[in-house]
């Protein structure tokens, strides 16, 4: 008894043995994670596998899975757990994020990893991508587009909607060969069109076809020489409606425009954006790109091999979900204000544009470029000097320092500050040198009298009262804009003294001044908006609030500028009485200097600035714009 109970001990202490030294087997768990971290990633090359090179399998992987592109999923291991001694099973999660949306593609599949030579090994099938994949299926993505959102102008009316157009070309009808082209080529000269290729697109066509050269607004077609087009053999205009927006040009740099996703817009979406798809490029379109385009449709199928060559692929739809369309967008923009605007610019050879506001709301009624801002949106990005426009705010300083519209101010023929001399325009009115109102010095915009008072008001205070009038503040109305900026370091000698009279570093756009116009107008702060319930996120400068005396003194030396100063033209306006201002800015090293023309006005709830950026004096060049325009909306 004794020997067999030794026996067993010996027998138990060598098996103990023998267990101490046989090597640990390494937990199957790492092989798992480096398995779905490669199926994220779709590169499975670098895992070990059973029966297969990691090269091999990726080729399979690949083929699986190439239709799938740009989509990728998210896998995780979720559970490793023992099957028996040699064979464990993972248990992978899939989330395919549905692109631009909260929605995704999820499952679980698994995935068996055997012991061999020291490792732990992959056994690969289709079914670790998607449980259902058969031997020779692969995972096919199909994207449906959404139908975009429109943007709407102020009375909710699409912008871009069916308009009528002429489609104009040539009906080959009873035309010889050597007849078509005659009149091909006549076509071709009226409608400013290649001759030579209209030709060959004529002759390429049957003997019985119309063919189309152009296709124009009925207003563009109706300035064509209608006697010359009906000489022209076979000439034909055919009626249709297409999408358009109300001229050409319409509030272009504002609106944006679209295009097909590139692969750049793709990889930068992270995923958001799918092959295919449109999206905006640039304005609004592209500031509201996410609202605007709404969520495509996907469908993931697998997809078998045809049975026959040229036959369809046999399919069974594994996920779908319906596109959802974009909102549409609702702009501030009055159409005809911005048709007026833009036509009043049509003909200006420089830079231009004319900024519209609604001083109660802050409202953006017009925001129009010229046709040689050549695209660039000047309206709210140009970064120009006031001029004589910033003496408003020069004007509010020197009130907050105890002048009234009625304290006198020297305006002398020039003006010496530091070595520089500053003048007045040359054709300023003698009459209204010496000692004058402050009024007087708006009313006529003398420059001397602003500068002599440089020592009085600093900079810091200047700054204040231009930031007082929205200038400098920093927000965003639905695209970018930039709302001017008063550098308080120019504090001492001449870019002191001219900043006074909105030279120096003093800096605006047209938007920045119609916004300083529309604060004197309403008596207070306005913050401009071009999208109705956008919030801007504005942060206005942190200086005293206008007031409404401070206003309304501002509108009293506003209003004698136009009674009896350089903008008489905007006298008799209907309805309220106008108020504005002149300014006129020198820049460039020519001798003499370049300037710009602006004009800034109110007329009822109603603000503008008017700018061309090489013109002459602001009440020569901007001050007839300025008038046209409110003439249009007083209309």
Known sequence: MLRRALALIMALLLTVAVAACAPERESPDPTAQALAKGLAANDVSTVAFADATGAQVQEQFAALTKEMDPWQPDVTVTDVEEVESNLFRATLSYDWQVPDSEQSWSYTTTADLHYADDRWQVRWTPQVVEPSLAEGERLVLATAEPQRGQILDADGEAIVKNRPVKIVGIDKSGLDEAAAEDSARELAALVDVDAADYAKKVAAYGPEAFVDAITLREGAFKKLDQGKLEDIDGFLAVDDEIPLAPSRTFAGPVLGSVREATAEDIEKSEGKVVAGETVGASGLQSAFNKELSGTPGVTVSAASEPAEEGAEAPTRQLFHQDAADGKDLKTTLVPDLQSAAEDILADTKSPSSI?????????VLAAANGPDSEGYNTAFL???????????????????????????????????VDGRTFENADSYPAAFTGEITLTEAIAHSCNTAFISEHQKLSQDQLADAAGALGVGMTANPGIEAFLGTVPREDSEGTAHAASMIGQSRVQTSPLSLATLMAAVVKGGSVVPTLVD???????????PKLTEKEA????????????????TNLADLPGKPAIGKTGTAEYGSENPPQTHSWVIAGHGDLAIAVFVEDGKLGAETAGPLAEAFLEAAAG
């Open 382 to 416: 140009g970064q120009y000097a006031p001029g004589s426009t910033f003496k408003i705010a020069t004007a509010l300083g020197l009130l907050r320092n105890g002048m009234t519209p009625d304290s006198a101010v020297t305006c002398d023929p020039e003006l010496v």
């Open 355 to 363: 900024v519209a506001l609604r001083p109660s709301t802050g409202a």
């Open 533 to 543: 319930g956008h919030d801007p996120k504005a942060e206005l400068p942190d200086v």
């Open 552 to 567: 309304e003194q501002l509108r009293t030396m506003m209003r004698s500028a136009v009674v009896d100063g350089y903008l």
